[in-house]
């Protein structure tokens, strides 16, 4: 009798068990059958079978989860690098739907004025009269380094701030401090100095103010250094064109995004009631700097062929078709990779993840990016 129930139990618990399977796999599977096509009408044509790689699924915004904290590193597209860097800049962009027609005014009168008034004395750099000097005499071989030290020290206002340059975390290669133009000349070599000097004189044109934008003129400095000083490397290891020109070029196209930001600011200022929009003026920034740098360009009388370099430069533009151009893109995102990385916008790995991949060699790339994105010694 004992033996009997003892069957009838185990029989039971098997019954439940298999039950209990078909309603977690069974029904699983026949719901997940597709359904039997539709007949088609007269005429139609046939249906093809559904693509399971190319079903579209529908979700609400709170299934996006864009608050969730990213774990591990994250490949940036270029538009978000841009387009974090823009906030940092200028801050949070509004909708595009809060645009009022009075945006859209500023926006009109902004790319007029860029026409005709951005090689104007009020708006458009010159070009520093020592530049082409310091760059004829740092590639001159006959030219020593006490007389380019001597040709340099001819304008104190360059050497003031080339000294503070020399000193930064950049360009410092010894804990004592860089004194003189002479120490710093020995130990940046011609090349260093060459891209220091520059970096010293063009400066100054980044001193602008704004109450509206206050960061601007920081972010737009650190960003247009740190491009200039990307190019130079992947010019040299990878295009193997001409890193000179790809650095002057880096800071043309900073100088034309400050032109650019002051002839907005200037309109907006004719409409007093009107509060300057972030989002306006990161798309005038996008739209119109490439062009204007060409006009600085060529007012600077740079060659056709380096000039070529700025054509189609955008935040939404990634493939260049010359060297010099690819070179100024690879620049402008590493260097606002390492603006964000430096500003805590993004982290190490994320900014890393989001390098181009390039055939630079590894130890090379990490010797630019360790310079152009100083972190604290722990």
């Known amino acids: 009798m004992g033996q009997l129930l003892l069957v009838i139990v185990v029989v039971a618990a098997v019954a439940l068990v298999a039950t209990m399977l078909y309603f977690r796999f069974g029904r699983a599977a026949v719901s997940e059958t597709p359904p039997a ?11 093809a079978p559904a693509d399971p ?43 595009a739907s809060s645009v009022t027609a009075g945006h859209q005014e500023v926006m009109d009168a902004t790319a007029a004025a860029l026409q005709e008034d951005a090689t104007q004395e009020k708006y458009a750099p010159r070009r520093p009269n020592m530049l082409p000097r310091v760059l004829s005499a740092s590639s001159d071989d006959s030219f020593s380094r006490r007389d380019l030290a001597a040709l340099i020290a001819r304008d104190p206002s ?54 509206d934008f206050p960061r601007f003129p ?44 002051r002839v907005s600011v200037d309109q907006y200022a004719k409409h007093p009631k009107l509060r300057p929009d972030a989002g306006v003026m990161s798309s005038l920034l996008d739209a119109h700097s490439a062009s204007v740098a060409r006009r600085i360009a060529t007012s600077w009388e740079l060659s056709e062929a380096t000039i070529t370099g700025l054509d189609g430069q955008s935040t939404r533009v990634s493939k260049y078709s010359t060297p010099l151009g690819r070179s100024l ?40 990016w360790s310079r152009l994105s100083p972190q604290p010694e722990k």
């Open 37 to 47: 096509p539709t007949p088609a009408s007269p005429g139609a044509a046939p249906q």
């Open 53 to 95: 790689a190319s079903a579209t699924m529908s979700f609400s915004a709170a299934d996006l989860h864009f608050d969730a904290p990213v774990e591990g590193p994250r490949k940036l597209e270029p538009a978000e690098v841009f387009g974090k860097l823009y906030d940092l800049a200028l801050g949070k962009a509004r909708p």
């Open 158 to 211: 360059l050497v003031g701030n080339l000294l503070k340059i020399a000193n930064s975390s950049f360009y410092r290669v010894t804990p004592e401090p860089v004194e003189s133009v002479e120490r710093a000349v020995v130990l940046l070599g011609t090349d260093g100095i060459r891209s220091l000097v520059t970096a010293a004189l063009m400066q100054p044109i980044f001193r602008i103010g704004g109450a």
């Open 218 to 261: 920081e972010v737009a400095w650190e960003h247009t250094f740190r491009a200039a000083n990307a190019s130079v490397p992947y010019n040299f290891l990878v295009e193997k064109s001409d890193p000179a020109a790809a650095e002057l070029l880096s800071l043309v196209m900073g100088l034309a995004g400050v032109v650019v930001f």
């Open 329 to 368: 893109y690879y620049g402008r995102l590493v260097g606002a990779l390492a603006v964000l990385r430096i500003n805590h916008i993004i982290d190490e790995d994320t900014a890393r993840a989001s390098i181009p991949v390039t055939t630079m060699p590894e130890d090379q790339l990490e010797r630019m």
